[in-house]
């Protein structure tokens, strides 16, 4: 038995490259797993369940055969497709879970997150962050045209990329006190997330014991993968 976690592929039109990566990943590493976790940022942004893009459709078809021949798959929302929604999952054979969703990992007590509430020194961020989980700035988002919410995107986008290359490099990163707080609160000593782009092993200590976090890679150069089973724990990379 095996369980895989990735994030922060950032699928999108400009970057065929990834996708087609995605998809034989599917096809080489997920076929046979128990369970593929999706930790946000799955897509470079998100729309809505409605978006009829190749894209969109294509990757719902190549995820429900996954999901047909037996492997359970786990989205979480990120930074970029926190608009992802429930018909959208059920599409791709999908779970939606939440932001600090708890799991066994073959006897393990471990803590999923997408990592961007651990940023908590950026606080402009956290602000924008709190706005557009609102479910009332959702609906009305997702109240407007389909063409309209394609150019929000992209401005949003933009913007996104501009602010981040003015911040100092630490500022994105996660603060140790509030995961060690969170870890804390959740009762483990291992967590899982993406979001930073700076995949690692991170040997901690919690509540006075050993304890590990995880941070899963992004998918510019490179795939990533966390793939765990009943007696190892590999972070995995490989040249896109």
């Not at 992209?154 to 870890?183: F, P």
């Not at 997330?193 to 590990?212: D, S, W």
Request: aromatic share 8%.
């Amino acid at each position: 038995m095996t369980a895989l976690f990735i994030s922060d592929l950032h699928l999108n039109e400009l970057r065929p490259d990834i996708t087609r990566a995605f998809y034989v990943f599917l096809q080489q590493k997920a076929a046979g797993a128990d369970a593929l976790y999706i930790l946000g940022d799955f897509f470079d942004a998100w729309i809505g369940d409605d978006d009829d893009s190749e894209l969109s459709q294509g990757v719902a078809t190549a995820l429900k055969q996954l999901s047909d021949q037996g492997t359970r798959l786990f989205f979480m929302h990120g930074n970029r497709d926190f608009l992802l929604g429930q018909d959208y999952a059920s599409r791709c054979g999908a779970t939606l879970i939440d932001e600090g969703t708890l799991i066994d990992l073959y006897g393990c007590p471990t803590l999923l997150l997408h990592g961007d509430s651990l940023c908590i020194d950026d606080i402009p961020y956290q602000q924008f962050r709190n706005q557009v989980r609102m479910p009332a700035w959702q609906q009305q988002v997702l109240a407007q045209p389909l063409a309209v919410r394609r150019v929000m995107a992209a401005n949003m986008r933009s913007q996104s990329e501009g602010m981040n290359s003015l911040k100092a490099s630490d500022i994105m990163d996660v603060n140790l006190a509030e995961v060690s707080r969170v870890m804390q609160s959740a009762g483990v000593q291992r967590l899982i997330h993406g979001h930073t782009h700076r995949p690692a092993r991170h040997q901690l200590e919690i509540n006075n014991q050993p304890a590990e976090r995880i941070v899963l890679g992004d998918w510019h150069s490179h795939g990533w993968c966390l793939t765990a089973n009943e007696e190892t724990l590999e972070l995995e990379s490989w040249p896109l």
